[in-house]
């Protein structure tokens, strides 16, 4: 991510490395499997301090990032977290923190807490999509006097299982409302989901006449379309760099494996055909890398074209990803299917990452979509 970053996006950058290096090892990741958050509290709390958690709120309000675009700087982050396979909310987190941001009033201790990393947040989102049966109905809000009423299901929702507070969009009639609640509040219920990857959690989200003050709504009551639309770009734009960090890491690995595997007395990677596949994926992770970058700036600046490159970055990365890693794992043969080589802990990261708010087929029918309209109103 970022050819040429700044001196202070490079530090960020290698700070969060060397951390990641030392507090999650391969053998720490494995390990993790069977922790019911997927991370330790005390190691999310310390990455707080590096800042991974305020990049995207104001430095009036306790956030603050290193360029003029947070978001940009986030990725640096979550490209990392994608190289070392790391556990933690990242994504999560920092959307529901970014759109308290934008809606400090009442919810600024809510606010605090997540930026200092003594709480987590999960982002409970469930649209139905055009071909697509994989996402719930919509969870329906509705006015009821003083209060809201919550009823619905939204899955998959990662980190729901570890979140103190969810952050929560659903349908008012045939708008949008965003609210905060406790995931403790009464009526919720939480049900943890099987994940191909090792350290991140998803969970079922139930709703079942949940009530809430009517000042749990973020914006406004039925006031939240546009805010969950920049939060959907957010989720993809750091998806995407977490997804193109797994997909360099196992590039890497493979790499390096066929300069040191020799078959009939040579090196593995002197073959003709495996260095057609070597630069086939060099040039999928150029790309990748490069409409990551690109999507981030995009949604960055707010830019016309934001939409659109996103769903462009996460059809491509989704796509060559999977051709990529599928490549990786021929080329390690027999060990690359193995679940204790380390291959696998990034092949399943990139496989979750490509599932994640959309396919890559149900992003290039948004892009169309896109194209189909741009051309109608011309």
Known sequence: MLLDPSPDQAFLRETTARFLDERIPVEEVRRLRDDPAGFRPEYWRAGAELGWTGLLVDEALGGGSLSEFGLVDLTLLAYEFGRHAAPGPLGPTNVVAELLGRHPDGHQDALDALIAGTSTAAWCFAETRPGSRAASPPVEIRVDGADLVLDGTARPVEAAVSADLLLVTGRTGDARTNLLLPRDTPGVLVTP???????????????????????????GVAEGARDAEHALRT???????????????????????????????????????????????????EGAHAIADRAAEAVARDSADAAELVSAAKAFVGDYGGELIQDCVQIHGGIGVTYEHDLHLFARRAAAGRANHGTPAEHRSRLAGIVELQEATR
């Open 235 to 285: 989720a993809l734009v750091v998806s995407c760099a977490e997804t193109v960090g797994a997909l360099q890491a196992a590039f890497d690995l493979t790499l390096d494996w066929a300069f040191d595997r020799y078959a009939f007395g040579r090196p593995l990677a002197s073959y003709q055909e495996i260095k057609h596949r070597f630069a086939d994926m060099k040039s999928w992770l």
């Open 193 to 219: 989901l099987n994940s191909i990857d090792v350290t991140r959690r998803y969970a079922t989200v139930e709703f079942r006449e949940v009530r809430v003050p009517a000042a749990a709504a973020l914006g």
